[in-house]
């Protein structure tokens, strides 16, 4: 099973690819709709949103959770 580089995702079945793309090592909702990779600001952005909104917590918090969580994942690690 692979994992997702950009979001940590385990990507089970074909469904969870890219454009059913099993090559790519970054699953569907860290890919724009031409299956290229989102940058790291944009899953930032992502991210940060989804915790606010799904933990009730403060944009600047869910801002900084996000950021701790991605910096470790393999496609951001080489950014620091």
Do not use: Q
């Not at 454009?19 to 890919?31: G, I, R, T, V």
Request: net charge positive; aromatic share 12%.
């Amino acid at each position: 099973m692979k994992m997702c580089i950009a979001c940590g995702m385990p990507m089970t079945a074909i469904a969870d690819y890219p454009l059913h793309d099993m090559s790519k090592n970054y699953c569907k909702h860290c890919a724009h709709s031409d299956g290229t990779m989102k940058s790291f600001d944009e899953k930032w952005h992502e991210v940060t949103l989804k915790y606010a909104n799904n933990h009730n917590i403060d944009y600047s918090v869910a801002k900084e959770n996000a950021y701790t969580i991605l910096k470790k994942l393999p496609a951001w690690k080489r950014r620091w």
